[in-house]
């Protein structure tokens, strides 16, 4: 049976899961919640969702409550959903999981709850960044699946599946130690080179004019928005402050090779680096 659905934060994750929702069939009605009124007016136009409603109504004629707003946000927004919520299930997207799971294990709705990452996203942010296709063959992380009621764990795993997803349960802090590695030092590598190489640029103006599809790739997250990948590190501190000290001790062994013309080790170091095509293809 169809349901109607909120979309808090009508941008890149909310905006695109709208749009397969939509294309789907899965939702009788999508309204939209965003303190952005040019996001909320832009994904009107664009058919993300069908009106754009304050917050505690849109809470009264859903079914299903997806939050996909910045993690620094959720902290505030799941108790408040939360307490305003009976039959209603609430699904977040976020990027760090711990602390989230923390603040609302004692909750009297905690079971309407159910903490999920989908492992998606472009450097890009905004309604007219959404796309359709984006959760396809993507995994999505469900956190913590036996605090969620059956059905609200049920419902949530019917949409994933309608979305194409792969489901993989985890516990919130395995989550975030996992997410550390795969996902956030990648951003935090691809912020630092952006910045080393336009400290660069300041001496040399043709170093653009060289940049190739391999540099365009490694600095594509530098574009990311900071407002949300802050409070994202910031969550996950711990967990990056590991990852990001085994990266250093990483970047040394390079450095020390190319220091002491160490060349038969350099070569080992890649070889070793190239054993990652047994989980990249």
Request: charged fraction near 25%.
């Amino acid at each position: 049976m169809k349901k109607n659905f909120a979309i808090v934060g009508v941008g890149l994750i909310g905006g695109s899961l709208a749009l397969k929702c939509r294309k789907n069939g899965l939702a009788n009605r999508i309204v939209g919640v965003d303190n952005n009124q040019e996001h909320g007016m832009k994904a009107i136009e664009l058919g993300l969702v069908d009106e754009m409603l304050p917050l505690d109504e849109a809470i009264l004629m859903a079914d299903v409550i997806v939050l996909a707003v910045p993690v620094g946000v959720l902290s505030t927004l799941i108790p408040y959903v939360l307490d305003r919520v009976s039959h209603q299930v609430v699904i977040d997207m976020g990027s760090t999981k711990s602390q989230l799971a923390n603040l609302v294990k004692n909750h009297p709705h905690r079971g309407r709850f159910v903490a999920s990452h989908p492992m998606w996203g472009t450097e890009y942010s905004g309604p007219t960044a959404a796309v359709e296709t984006a959760f396809e063959d993507k995994a999505v992380i469900v956190c913590d699946s036996t605090d969620s009621d059956p059905d609200a764990l049920e419902r949530a795993t019917e949409i994933f599946n309608a979305l194409k997803m792969r489901i993989i349960e985890m516990g919130a802090n395995d989550h975030d130690l996992h997410a550390a590695y795969v996902s956030h030092i990648s951003h935090i590598t691809s912020f630092a080179l952006a910045n080393t190489v336009l400290e660069k640029e300041k001496e040399d103006d043709a170093i653009f004019e060289m940049a190739s599809a391999g540099f365009e790739s490694t600095v594509r997250l530098a574009k990311s928005s900071p407002e949300m990948w802050t409070p994202i590190l910031m969550q996950n501190r711990e967990n990056i402050l590991d990852v990001l000290n085994e990266h250093i001790t990483q970047l040394r062994k390079f450095k020390s090779c190319l220091e002491k013309e160490n060349w038969e080790y350099l070569n080992e170091l890649m070889s070793k680096a190239n054993q990652i095509r047994r989980i990249i293809h």
